[in-house]
């Protein structure tokens, strides 16, 4: 029984004392650098612009309703009527302007990453 103490101390002496051993730093000096490297994204081609074909319009009443059937039917078309109201022509002008304002929106998105990609894209403008 006296032996085993007497050998835990030596043990624990070894262990102890490596713990306690001061390591000399490396002999190497790690640096670290950022490398920026631009990506070669080819830009693809703008679709074509929208292009809408004339539109003839003409509001028909009960005053020029003869007329405008006659009209209709000489131009070699189908009677047929749409009507909309005051408030549902609000409402189309108010989506057609939404509609221009998404696509303005979506069109400087698209110069903004195009500048970032090249450097030197022409800015669209959006007033128009």
């Known amino acids: 029984m006296k032996l085993l103490p007497l050998a ?3 043990l624990s ?6 713990c306690g051993v001061i390591s000399k ?3 190497k000096e790690v640096v670290i650098q950022k490398e920026y490297v631009k990506q070669a994204i080819i830009l693809q081609a703008h679709p074509a612009p929208i292009e809408f074909p004339d539109t003839e319009w003409f509001v028909v009443n009960k005053d020029n309703l003869e ?3 006659k ?8 009677v047929a009527f749409m009507a909309i109201t005051p408030k549902g022509y609000e409402n189309l002008s108010i989506g057609v302007a939404e509609l221009r304002r998404y696509i303005l929106q979506q069109k400087e998105i698209i110069a903004y990453y195009e500048k ?3 450097g ?3 800015a669209i403008e959006a007033s128009k």
Do not use: C, H, Y
Request: charge should be negative; hydrophobic fraction near 45%; aromatic fraction near 0%.
């Open 71 to 78: 009209k209709i039917e000489e131009n070699g078309g189908s």
């Open 120 to 122: 030197d894209a022409p």
């Open 25 to 27: 730093p490396a002999d």
């Open 13 to 18: 002496l070894l262990l102890l004392s490596n």
């Open 116 to 118: 970032a990609i090249q």
């Open 8 to 10: 835990i101390l030596p």
């Open 67 to 69: 007329e405008a059937l």
